[in-house]
């Protein structure tokens, strides 16, 4: 079991996801961020517009991911 926070994944909060694999918490965090879009908070949506910003870059995607991924495998596994 690994952890990474909203704010590492590039959200708005320090809410903590856990997963023994990368995309187990890359699904924590999509679910995370759309419940934070139901409430409308607005710093989550300011993040929420930057991801989709990022989206319009050939490549950002691919490699914001595998940035991302490449964090998660370096984290020690939770006792």
């Known amino acids: 079991m690994k952890k990474m926070t909203c704010h590492e994944l590039g959200g708005a ?6 997963g023994e694999t990368f ?3 890359a699904a924590k ?3 995370h961020g759309m ?3 139901k409430t409308g908070d607005g710093p989550h949506l300011d993040a929420m ?7 319009q870059t ?3 995607m691919e490699n914001w991911y595998a940035e991302k991924k490449k964090i998660f495998e ?4 939770l006792d």
């Open 49 to 55: 517009q930057k991801m989709k910003d990022l989206m």
């Open 23 to 25: 995309e187990e918490i």
């Open 74 to 77: 370096s984290r020690p596994h």
């Open 29 to 31: 965090s999509k679910a």
């Open 13 to 18: 909060c320090d809410a903590e996801f856990e």
């Open 35 to 37: 419940e934070m879009f």
């Open 58 to 60: 050939p490549n950002a």
